[in-house]
C-alpha cells in the first residue's frame, strides 16, 4: 500500500506474478525464466511491466543478456520470498484435503538405478489417481539442458556431473563398467576383462569414456595412459543402438551392467572391468526451483527413501 499527501493507493500482487518476479531474478534472464515457467517471453515481459506499473517502482535493469536486480527489486525479492513460502507452507499444510494430480517430468541416463523411481511412481500412482509421469531418456548433456530450459523438474544423473548448479540427492547404488559383447567372442571366455584386453580390439564407447568427460571421471586412471592405443570406432549415449551393432560384429561395446539382454537366449553377454569401476547416481533438480504440488511430493518421497 503506498501513501502520498492527498490519495490512498491499493494495490493487490498476485502470488502467481511474484514467483514469476522470483525466477527471473533467480536465473537473471528473462527468457531462461520464461522457458522454466513453460511461458513466452513476451507474456511474461508484460507481466513484470504490469507489477512495475503497479508498484510504480522500477524493479529490473534490463541488459542485452542479462536482467540485475534495482535496490527496489531487490526489497521485493526479499518480502516476495518470504510470502511465497508462507503461501506453500500453507497450501501444504491443507494439501492433504484435496486430491493432488498433475505431471511430472523425469529426464535420465539409462541406469539399472531407475528402479528405485519405478518404485516411487507406482506408489504414487496407487494412492494419487491423477499423477501422471513423463519419461525422458538422454544423455547427461541433454538432461541438463532439459533441467536449465525448465523443461524437467527432475534428472537422474550418472556421475561425473558437475551438480553445483543443482540440490541432489545420492541414490545408493554404484552402476558398474564392464564390456558387453557377443558370446563367441574370445573375450567371452574371461570372467573380467582388464585394459590390455581392449588394445587394438574395435570398441563402442561410450561418451563417458570419451576425451571430453575423460579426465572429470575414473576411467582416465583406470586406463593407465594406455587411452591412446584403444581402437575406438564409434561412440554412444543410449545402449539399445550400440547392443545393435556388437551383435552385428562391429565390436565390443564399454558400457554400464544389467542394460542390455544378456539373457540365456540373447547373443550377447557381459563382463565387468577389473580393478572395478563404478559410477555413482544422483537425482537432481535446479536450485530454487518452483515446483507444482504433484512434482513436490515427488520429491517429499525421494528424500523420505534415501
Not at 501422471?132 to 523438474?153: C, M, P, Q, W
Not at 544423473?157 to 541432489?168: A, G, S
Not at 515427488?298 to 527413501?305: A, D, G, S, Y
Amino acid at each position: 500500500m503506498t501513501y502520498t499527501k492527498h490519495k490512498v493507493y491499493y494495490y493487490k500482487m498476485e502470488i502467481r506474478v511474484l514467483k514469476y518476479f522470483l525466477a527471473v531474478a533467480r536465473e537473471g534472464n528473462i527468457t531462461t525464466a520464461a522457458n522454466s515457467l513453460h511461458l513466452t517471453q513476451p507474456t511474461l515481459s508484460r507481466q513484470l511491466q504490469e507489477l512495475e506499473r503497479e508498484l510504480n517502482q522500477k524493479l529490473l535493469i534490463r541488459g542485452k543478456s542479462k536482467v540485475t536486480l534495482t535496490p527496489e527489486g531487490l526489497i521485493l525479492k526479499k518480502r516476495a520470498q518470504e510470502i511465497v513460502q508462507l503461501v506453500e507452507k500453507t497450501q501444504s499444510e491443507l494439501a492433504f484435503s484435496k486430491e493432488i494430480s498433475g505431471d511430472i517430468y523425469i529426464g535420465g541416463g539409462e541406469t539399472d538405478s531407475i528402479k528405485y523411481i519405478a518404485e516411487i511412481i507406482k506408489e504414487l500412482q496407487e494412492e494419487y489417481k491423477g499423477i501422471k509421469f513423463h519419461i525422458y531418456s538422454g544423455n547427461a548433456e541433454d538432461v541438463t539442458e532439459k533441467l536449465e530450459r525448465g523443461l524437467l523438474d527432475f534428472g537422474l544423473l550418472i556421475q561425473p556431473i558437475d551438480l553445483d548448479k543443482y540440490e541432489h540427492i545420492s541414490l545408493p547404488d554404484r552402476d558398474i563398467w564392464g564390456v558387453l559383447m557377443r558370446k563367441d567372442s574370445p573375450l567371452a571366455k574371461q570372467k573380467t576383462i582388464k585394459v590390455n584386453d581392449l588394445i587394438d580390439i574395435p570398441i563402442l564407447a561410450s561418451r563417458q569414456m570419451t576425451p571430453k568427460y575423460l579426465n572429470k571421471s575414473d576411467f582416465l586412471e583406470w586406463f593407465e595412459e594406455k587411452y591412446e592405443q584403444l581402437n575406438i570406432k564409434a561412440t554412444y549415449n543410449l545402449i539399445y543402438n550400440a547392443s545393435v551393432m556388437v551383435k552385428a560384429g562391429i565390436g565390443v561395446a564399454v558400457t554400464l551392467d544389467k542394460l542390455a539382454d544378456t539373457s540365456d537366449e540373447s547373443e550377447l553377454c557381459f563382463r565387468p572391468l577389473e580393478p572395478k569401476l563404478t559410477s555413482g547416481l544422483d537425482i537432481a533438480w535446479k536450485k530454487g526451483q518452483v515446483f507444482s504440488p504433484a512434482a513436490k511430493l515427488f520429491l517429499r518421497k525421494m528424500k523420505e527413501r534415501f
